[in-house]
């Protein structure tokens, strides 16, 4: 089955320590991206890959990091999570350049405290 | 800023009724208009999608109504189903733009009563 599978679903963590959500997609896509979800914001970018080892930032880079080493894995990292990057979080890829049919994973609800 | 603004930001309907979702952007360099349906605990996925040349598509029960010069967009769900029940999303982007970037709209929460 065609999928983009994130790890874990669910995340509690104390502010300071150092986490990384894993991303995978075994479909061959070129396009990886990291969304966050909050209420009444819809999703925003916070980084994308174009292929292995090309990342860049989108709109709400600060406090990630990011790595494409293989193409189908693209982890999420926080070296020093904080209260304000409690969200809802969703990997994404897509071969298909510019036209938004992008397959998203399940999502990973994380609680900073 | 939000370049991408949706409205309603939640919506009730009764079954068999029509659920109409509206969104306006800001950037004239946008040119693919994608329409996402999320369920809860998961992800979005695509639903139906636009281009600026052509004022209206239609997928079953789903039609997109676009308006370049008013610079809005809109979702109608015809005889709306209580499986519609879900947070629709809509979403602008830039073929030609690097990264692959969707702007989303902040999302209606629609409810379907049987």
């Known amino acids: 089955e065609a999928q983009v599978t994130q790890n874990p679903r669910y995340l509690i963590t104390v502010t300071g320590k150092k986490l990384t959500v894993t991303c995978s997609q075994n479909m061959n896509h070129e396009y990886m991206s990291w969304y966050r979800q909050d209420p009444g914001l819809g999703l925003r970018q916070i980084y994308y890959?174009?292929?292995?080892?090309?990342?860049d930032k989108g709109d709400v880079p600060e406090g990630y990091k990011v790595s494409r080493k293989e193409k189908r894995n693209f982890p999420l990292i926080l070296e020093s999570p904080s209260p304000n990057q409690t969200s809802l979080y969703f990997c994404?890829?897509?071969?298909?350049?510019?036209?938004?049919?992008?397959?998203f994973g399940s999502g990973t609800r994380l609680t900073v405290v | 800023q939000q370049q991408v603004k949706q409205s309603p930001q939640s919506l009730i309907v009764q079954k068999g009724g029509i659920s109409i979702i509206n969104c306006a952007y800001e950037n004239t360099a946008f040119d693919y208009f994608p329409w996402y349906q999320q369920f809860p605990g998961k992800g979005p996925a695509l639903l139906i999608a636009i281009r600026p040349d052509v004022s209206e598509k239609k997928e079953g029960r789903f039609t997109i109504s676009f308006n370049k010069s008013a610079k809005q967009f809109s979702l109608h769900i015809m005889d709306s189903q209580p499986g519609d029940s879900a947070t629709y999303f809509c979403a602008a982007s830039m073929i030609k733009a690097a990264g692959n970037k969707l702007t989303f709209g902040g999302g209606t929460r629609v409810l379907v009563k049987p």
């Open positions: 994404a890829s897509t071969t298909d350049r510019g036209r938004g049919g992008y397959t």
């Open positions: 890959s174009m292929n292995v080892e090309v990342t």
